[in-house]
């Protein structure tokens, strides 16, 4: 075809379809609709032409923050439990450890025992145990973490849960329905929330036990929660104590026994459920463990073995039979008498470091006056909540050194208040205060103390049930020690902070 004739059929065309479009306008010109339309202005038509523009637009921008929310922030409505970003670093500038190098034996939460979280050969922030947000591991030699400085980039409050659906009518529900004890010899189990009350707070009772009810009742005079028989509920008896004046059985570390006050070491009441008793694990055998009979004495054997195997994620303890360790939990049947079953260990995490706005002393000891809380004071037991709460526990296990330290700080910056730190006469050492932490004797240097002619009476309580307990106060135009009454609402908290 030359190029004349494929002109003039390109020409022939674009004539055809002109003389189309102009019979199409001559058809509807006269129409009511297009009389409306081709009298608009212009910028309006134009305005109009954009809006799908416009809205492919907005698609995309919320694709890239979907695909981003895993990197940058942390969805709160999960507790972060979804980030997979590549923050490595803690709020206190620590360096996150590689997930792969962990010792099972030591660290609580490993790769083999959360798969399916995010966990892997990297150091990145992660958060597989339900944590409040996203952390890691910051040591090798000890199961010590801190959190993740990241955002939030959903609601800042979990997804909200149907009370109803969790909670009895005409029970406590400011504490959690169940409630595991562990490690306190006579009264280890399984404790359910009742409609029993007790001084204004719900009473918890062991299940599975008919014989000696054993239940976690409320104490209002002393503000303790105690663990001891369903007869004494409410009453100032039973197995032990809890030290804090905790909102809930679970706000607190430190139980110490009735009659002797003595440190009840490893008791924990906690709502993980690190064990579930009268309850059996079925599932796959952890295949390192052989024909898996093992034989151990007791549960918490039992459950050292799974910490201390390689893939163990459970396991079940019969007290006639064996111990078995279990790669994964396919179902369970519960009401199995003499059976006990649960996760590789029900020790929590240690919280370290040192934020920007606490203080490090010279001795590399990280402190915080707490002067937002407490305006009027509060009891030593309630101190020991919140600095807990935070992460951290009352100063404590203090030298001279950094005792001297310690008041020079307070009656410089902090005079405005006194404030509690953690010593007291628990240990019932006459005439001496101890740390609740260690087994060290706090220094009895007349210059640390305001007045040391008190000391002849503490730690001598016999049948009285009142405890002295250390704080700070104003003496000779300084800041010293001195001693008074657990229970008075005279000091806030000095909360001490593991820095690494």
């Known amino acids: 075809m030359s190029g004349q004739t494929l002109t003039e059929t390109l020409a022939s065309k674009r004539s055809a379809l002109r003389e189309r479009l102009d019979t199409i306008h001559r058809r509807v010109q006269y129409e009511p609709w297009f009389i409306k339309v081709s009298t608009l202005d212009r910028r309006l038509l134009l305005a109009i032409g954009c809006i799908p523009v416009l809205f492919l ?15 940058d922030c942390q969805n709160m ?69 801190d959190y993740c400085d990241l955002p939030a980039c959903g609601s800042g409050n979990p997804v909200a849960q149907t009370l109803a659906g969790r909670f009895r009518a005409n029970t406590d529900w400011a504490c959690q329905p169940t409630v595991t004890v562990v490690h306190s010899v006579r009264a280890d189990g399984l404790y359910l929330m009742t409609d029993q009350w007790a001084n204004g707070r719900g009473v918890y009772a062991r299940q599975y036990n008919d014989i000696n009810t054993l239940c976690i009742s409320w104490h209002g005079l002393y503000r303790h929660w105690w663990l001891g028989p369903c007869s004494l509920s409410g009453a100032n008896g039973g197995v032990g ?27 924990l009441v906690t709502t993980n459920s690190c064990l579930e008793f009268e309850t059996e694990y079925n599932g796959t055998l952890v295949t390192q463990s052989g024909q898996n009979v093992l034989r151990t004495d007791t549960a918490i054997g039992c459950q050292t073995l799974c910490q201390q195997t390689e893939t163990c994620v459970a396991f079940t303890w019969y007290e006639r039979r064996n111990c078995t360790l279990l790669s994964q939990v396919t179902d369970r049947r519960h009401k199995v008498k003499f059976t006990v079953s649960g996760k590789p260990s029900c020790k929590e995490k240690v919280k370290v470091g040192c ?74 050492r006459g005439g001496k205060f101890s740390w609740e932490r260690s087994d060290l004797l706090v220094s009895d240097m007349a210059d640390l103390w305001r007045n040391t002619s008190t000391h002849v009476g503490v730690g001598r309580q016999g049948n009285n049930t009142l405890h002295e307990c250390v ?30």
């Open 57 to 71: 637009i907005l698609i995309i921008a919320l694709i890239g923050v979907a695909a981003g929310s895993g990197g």
């Open 77 to 145: 409505s999960k507790r972060g439990a979804d980030y997979r970003g590549s923050e490595s670093r803690t709020k206190s500038g620590l360096e996150c450890l590689a997930w792969t190098t962990l010792d099972r034996t030591l660290h609580t939460v490993t790769v083999d025992r959360y798969p399916d979280t995010g966990l892997g050969e990297h150091n990145y922030c992660r958060n597989p145990d339900g944590s409040k947000q996203v952390w890691c591991y910051t040591s090798l030699t000890k199961d010590a973490f």
């Open 241 to 267: 104590w809890l030290e804090e004046d905790g909102r809930c059985p679970y706000d607190g570390r430190i139980w110490r026994a009735g009659g002797t006050d003595r440190l009840m070491k490893g008791t």
């Open 355 to 428: 934020p920007s706005d606490h203080i490090k002393t010279n001795s590399n000891i990280c402190i915080k006056f707490l002067d937002q809380t407490c305006d009027q004071g509060c009891s030593r037991y309630a101190a020991m909540e919140e600095c807990e709460q935070r992460g951290g526990f009352l100063a404590d296990s203090l030298e001279e050194n950094d005792i001297k330290n310690i008041l020079q700080l307070a009656g410089n910056s902090y005079n405005h208040s006194f404030w509690w730190v953690g010593a007291s006469d628990m240990r019932k």
């Open 471 to 500: 704080f700070i106060t104003h003496a000779g135009g300084g800041m010293r020690l001195d001693h008074q009454n657990c229970q008075e609402t005279i000091a806030r908290p000095l909360c001490q902070f593991l820095p690494s």
